[in-house]
């Protein structure tokens, strides 16, 4: 019985930072696409609230879907013509503030997809981010998405799509 309830004190204990360690962030509308189903790279998409009070940066992301998983964005050279580079730095997410990783702005690149990215698969992504840590996001592959014209909409249910470190029965 004392072990019993020493073992539930200790996972009480060590169960509670997971839980705890990502309130301050939030992932909306998460989606994973790729331009053609013979694609060797893919992206990924979302909106991410940051509902602490100092802002935190996105610095990394993995996948085990690429060889190499980046943060890009869009960038116009001297000529006008648009190209995707990788941000070394991240993105910051402002205190109280979100960032949108849209089609044609800042997104997560999938670099040497080890496997098709096909309608309705489910990618599994690491965010990891400089304050709150790493953040798992389960996000659909949805290739038949249209091209989003800025914003989200916050009139629709959301499907925050990362682990807090416990089930949310979806």
């Known amino acids: ?3 019993a309830i020493l073992a539930a004190i200790a996972a009480t204990t060590f169960a509670a930072p997971a839980a705890l360690a990502h309130e301050g962030v939030h992932v909306i509308d998460p989606y994973a696409r790729v331009s053609t189903p013979t694609s060797a790279s893919g992206a990924a998409f979302m909106v991410i609230d ?3 009070h100092a802002d935190d940066r996105l610095i990394a992301a993995h996948s085990d879907v690429a060889e190499r998983v980046e943060l890009h964005t869009h960038e116009e050279d001297a000529a006008g013509v648009m190209r995707m580079i990788h941000v070394e730095e991240g993105f910051v997410i402002p205190a109280g503030g979100e960032i949108a ?3 044609g702005g800042k997104h997560v690149m999938f670099l040497g997809l080890n496997r098709p990215l096909e309608q309705g698969d489910i990618v599994s992504v690491t965010l990891v981010f400089e304050n709150e840590g790493e953040v798992i996001v389960e996000m659909p592959v949805d290739n038949e ?3 989003s ?3 989200h909409d ?3 249910d959301h499907d925050h799509g990362h682990d807090h470190g416990h089930s949310h029965g979806n």
């Open 50 to 52: 940051n509902h602490g």
């Open 145 to 147: 998405r249209g091209v």
């Open 154 to 156: 916050h009139g629709h």
């Open 101 to 103: 990783l849209d089609r």
């Open 149 to 151: 014209h800025g914003g």
């Open 1 to 3: 019985m004392k072990r």
